[in-house]
């Protein structure tokens, strides 16, 4: 199951040795309802290696500021807080695990 990140406890998740993920989101988003599972799954298998969560932007508007979050689903990728790559819209799992295997 993904991590649930706020603008409260991020900085603990930015600050930790591993990779970072981060699923921006919200309730009524149709696309975003289509990529949950595969986050889930992807925070199952790489949950060793990579923190992976998930930002729901109706809750979170300062984090979904500070990375100038403008369409929903965007799933960032960042390693050492840096955001090294980013997908925009709907995509399929193996997608977003060949872009998690970079970070890695």
């Not at 998930?54 to 965007?74: A, M, Q, Y």
């Amino acid at each position: 199951m993904a991590l649930q990140i706020t603008d409260e406890n991020f900085e603990e998740y930015r600050k930790a040795d591993k990779p970072l993920v981060l699923d921006f989101w919200a309730l009524w988003c149709g696309p975003c309802k289509m990529i949950a599972p595969f986050i889930d799954e992807l925070a199952e298998e790489f949950g060793d290696r990579v923190n992976i969560g998930k930002v729901d932007v109706d809750s979170c508007p300062n984090l979904t500021t500070e990375f100038r979050v403008r369409n929903i689903p965007t799933v960032l990728f960042i390693k050492d807080g840096q955001v090294i790559d980013k997908q925009v819209g709907a995509t399929n799992k193996a997608a977003l695990q060949a872009k998690i295997e970079k970070l890695l």
